[in-house]
């Protein structure tokens, strides 16, 4: 473990936030404590664990390392990650309609590329952290992805017309510093997308330390629009805009499964509520709900379009 200062700020200033479970992998001994600075407001884990020590909280069933299309994932989840790939896709094409070359930072198991190639009118390439993730990805798509951190990938300058980064910039340990190393590889006029959990949605403000936008150990920031748009603003791109809705469910069937083994529900009623989330009706039939939040910028995912300036 190691101590750290604010991120955003360079303050050693802050007030605790809340301790919180690896509700995730379901490891009730091992906690994270947030903290939130005093000075800039940005909330992330102090002490936490080093780049060395992150590696064993990512286990082989590390839910966004495992093949969407493989074991048995429901018919509604599956329907929703297709969705949630063609919405991933559409953020590309709307922020650089003119196609290009696009870096996934994070790819994971490289369906997001996959799925951004298959649009068609983009050269597409993924960095990923872990090696045998890495391997796979390239087995099964037969992508172009470099393992290891951005930084050892030392892309030259200018290189992308778009960057993403899906459920990233809240798992590094510098993301200043990962978002300044963007700016230098994005061509000017080129794009970043990022998502991150929203902590100022209704499900964080619902759920409180089981809300599933804050998975610890794992999640080393969490980032409000404020101090978003602030680390974006330091590493030199300019915010275009915010939206939030993108995941609400599947957040949401998350939210719940945790508050409730947190709090010893019965695994009847635990299988029955399950039941009832999972099922396409219910889906169907909370759409209004789950609109509305995210509408009003309150969805639990926060995607921030910024872009490179042009030079003058
Ligand atoms: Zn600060």
Request: hydrophobic letters at 45%; charged letters at 20%.
């Amino acid at each position: 473990m190691e101590t750290t200062v604010c991120n955003l700020c360079g303050a050693d200033d802050a007030t605790e936030f809340a301790v919180v479970p690896d509700l995730l992998l379901d490891r009730p001994t091992v906690h994270a404590r947030l903290v939130r600075c005093n000075q800039c407001g940005l909330v992330y884990q102090n002490p936490r664990p080093t780049p060395a020590e992150i590696g064993e909280h990512y286990p082989p069933s590390y839910e966004p390392y495992a093949d969407p299309r493989a074991g048995r994932v429901g018919q509604l989840l599956r329907r929703a990650y297709a969705y949630g790939m063609a919405k991933r896709t559409r953020y590309v094409t709307q922020a650089v309609p003119q196609g290009g070359r696009l870096l996934d930072l994070g790819c994971a198991t490289g369906t997001f590329l996959a799925a951004v190639r298959a649009h068609g009118g983009w050269q597409v390439e993924g960095v990923e952290l872990i090696d045998e993730v890495a391997q796979a990805a390239r087995a099964r798509h037969n992508l172009k992805i470099f393992s290891g951190t951005l930084e050892d990938a030392a892309f030259p300058d200018d290189t992308f017309d778009a960057i993403t980064l899906w459920d990233v910039l809240e798992h590094v340990h510098d993301p200043v510093a990962t978002l300044t190393e963007l700016h230098r590889i994005l061509r000017p006029g080129g794009a970043v997308i990022i998502r991150v959990p929203n902590l100022g949605s209704w499900d964080a403000a619902l759920f409180g330390k089981y809300w599933a936008g804050l998975d610890a150990p794992r999640h080393l920031t969490v980032y409000t629009r404020a101090t978003l748009r602030q680390s974006l603003v330091q590493a030199g791109l300019r915010l275009e805009h915010f939206s939030t809705g993108i995941g609400s469910y599947v957040t949401f069937v998350l939210d719940v499964k945790f508050w409730m083994n947190a709090h010893a529900v019965a695994p009847q009623t635990k299988t029955r509520v399950s039941k009832i989330l999972l099922n396409p009706a219910s889906r169907l039939a909370s759409a209004p709900l789950f609109y509305i939040p995210s509408a009003l910028g309150m969805g639990p995912a926060l995607v921030a379009v910024a872009r490179k300036p042009r030079l003058a």
